[in-house]
C-alpha cells in the first residue's frame, strides 16, 4: 500500500475497514484524522469499505465523506478504498486499526482479524466489545463520539511505537485463547452439557 500511494516508511498508517454507512461512523474517523494531522502531518488515513449495492443511504454517505475531505484540504491524507476480497494483506499494511461504531457492535470480523495481526485497535467504548477489550492491554478505547478523545487514542500510538506493538501482542494472545478451535470446541461441549441437565 505504501508503495501504490507513494507513501513513506515513516508515515504512519491509520485505517478504518468495513462497510461505508452511516452506522460504522466513518465521518467520525476523518474528523480525528483532522485534527491528527495539525499535530503529525506524517500521519495517514485508509477508508477500506464500499456502500451496500443500492443502498441510497449509504451512497450519500460516502459522497459526503469525499466532499468533507475535499473541502477539509486532506486530499493527501485520506485515501478511500472500495471493499476488499482479500482483506487480510490490506489490514497487514497498516498500523493500526480503528473503529467508530456510532451504535453497540457485537464483536466485528474485522475487529477480530485486525487483532489476531497484531495490530493495535482503537475502538469505541461500548457494546460487545468491551467483552474483549481491555484498556492499554488489547487495545486503546475511547469516548463513543467524542472525536477529540479518538484522536488523541491515535496521537498516543504513533507517539508511542512501544506502546503500539505491546499492545498488538496481547490483542493476538486475546484472540488466540478467545478464538481458537479448541475454545470453541469447549464452549459446544459446555453449552451441550448445560441442554443435556435440563
Not at 449495492?53 to 486532506?74: C, F, I, K, M
Not at 478504498?81 to 457492535?105: C, K, W, Y
Not at 475511547?142 to 512501544?162: C, H, N, Q
Not at 488466540?176 to 448445560?194: H, N, T, V
Request: proline share 5%.
Amino acid at each position: 500500500m505504501r508503495r501504490e500511494f507513494g507513501l513513506d516508511e515513516r508515515d504512519y498508517l491509520f485505517g478504518i475497514v468495513g462497510r461505508v454507512t452511516p452506522f460504522k461512523g466513518q465521518k467520525e474517523f476523518l474528523y480525528a484524522a483532522a485534527r491528527v494531522i495539525k499535530q503529525l502531518p506524517e500521519a495517514r488515513f485508509f477508508v477500506i469499505g464500499s456502500p451496500a449495492p443500492g443502498d441510497l443511504t449509504d451512497l450519500e454517505y460516502q459522497a459526503e465523506l469525499r466532499q468533507l475531505v475535499g473541502n477539509s484540504g486532506l486530499d493527501r491524507h485520506v485515501f478511500f478504498l472500495p471493499h476488499q476480497s482479500n482483506i487480510r494483506e490490506f489490514i497487514e499494511s497498516l498500523d493500526a486499526v480503528v473503529m467508530t461504531s456510532i451504535g453497540p457492535e457485537a464483536l466485528p470480523q474485522s475487529l477480530i482479524e485486525a487483532m489476531f495481526l497484531a495490530k493495535p485497535v482503537i475502538v469505541s467504548a461500548q457494546g460487545g466489545i468491551l467483552e474483549m477489550m481491555e484498556e492499554k492491554v488489547t487495545g486503546l478505547l475511547y469516548k463513543p463520539g467524542d472525536e477529540a478523545d479518538l484522536a488523541m487514542r491515535m496521537l498516543d500510538l504513533v507517539r508511542s511505537p512501544e506502546l503500539g506493538a505491546q499492545l498488538g501482542l496481547r490483542a493476538r494472545e486475546n484472540v488466540l485463547e478467545q478464538f481458537s478451535r479448541a475454545r470453541f470446541r469447549q464452549g459446544i461441549a459446555e453449552e451441550l452439557d448445560r441442554c443435556w441437565a435440563q
